[in-house]
């Protein structure tokens, strides 16, 4: 059955969502396969994909463009794209505009912003048009430089109280979900009992509804020391560098390929 924003807000205090993110059709297959519950094409695919060091770089066209990619390797899971830098935050009508081209071009079920009550006005008209939208609190890496780097957020108590009150505030505009992101885990708690949608975690601890993980983190498929709320399950880097190092080898000494990867002229084979 395919999941909703409706269903999947229906999930808060019922059971954990599981999120993951995926940026094309094999990633997209995979977590479809995998049975996660929603898959968030996300502009970390500037820094999981795309080579860049932060966000800020990837475009609306990068979005749109994975985006359709991601559509095509989905059936079931809920399909939530971030709205990239500067596509939303300088008003309610370019925010409108490319929310709908995510939706339109890109497929998406929902959009995700990032900020808390400078960005209720835009979540507002999303709303208002139909686009469902998931909030992003804590962490937003779209004001790296504003934050003065990857910090985790709300240490202090009228930081955590201003992450309790921004969360109200997206609930209130009409967010379906939040993602709380590098927040501590009490931090967490506070905003989970504060609304009634489902707050999604990434660095924030398990009292949270559910979880979301860059694919190619929890793959091991990245180069250099993750963050620390991340749990390698795999070591695709390794295994990956490791099989086509078996396969250059196996080329220079012509040991591939064997007879049986050649086509032979008295047969009539398909390519498959």
């Excluded at 059709?25 to 820094?47: F, K, N, Q, W």
């Excluded at 475009?59 to 059936?75: F, N, P, Q, W, Y």
């Excluded at 992003?136 to 004001?143: I, K």
Aim: glycine content about 10%.
């Amino acid at each position: 059955m395919k999941m909703t924003t409706v269903a999947f807000q229906e999930q808060k205090g019922k059971r954990p969502l599981v999120m993951v993110t995926a940026y094309d059709y094999p990633t997209a297959r995979t977590a479809e396969e995998a049975g996660v519950d929603a898959v968030l094409v996300g502009d970390s695919l500037g820094m999981a994909v795309l080579g860049y060091d932060s966000t800020l770089p990837v475009t609306m066209e990068d979005m749109i463009h994975h985006s359709k990619a991601v559509r095509r390797g989905l059936s079931r899971a809920l399909m939530v794209v971030d709205m990239p830098f500067m596509s939303y935050q300088v008003g309610v009508e370019d925010a409108l505009r490319n929310a709908g081209r995510l939706v339109q071009e890109g497929g998406a079920d929902a959009v995700k912003l990032e900020g808390g009550e400078p960005v209720v006005p835009q979540i507002r008209a999303l709303v208002r048009s139909g686009i469902p939208v998931m909030g992003h609190l804590g962490l937003t890496p779209q004001s790296v430089h504003q934050l003065g780097g990857y910090k985790v957020q709300g240490r202090s108590p009228d930081a955590a109280a201003r992450i309790v009150e921004d969360a109200r505030r997206l609930e209130e505009a009409g967010c379906f979900s939040l993602v709380l992101e590098c927040v501590p885990q009490s931090v967490a708690a506070e905003v989970r009992d504060a609304v009634s949608v489902p707050v999604i975690g990434i660095g924030a601890g398990v009292a949270c509804d559910g979880q979301v993980l860059v694919i190619h983190d929890l793959l091991g498929w990245t180069y250099g020391k993750p963050p620390r709320f991340v749990k390698q399950y795999a070591n695709f880097a390794e295994w990956a560098a490791q099989a086509v190092r078996t396969y250059a080898e196996e080329v220079r000494e012509g040991r591939f390929p064997t007879v049986l990867h050649t086509y032979q002229d008295e047969k009539k084979e398909t390519v498959s």
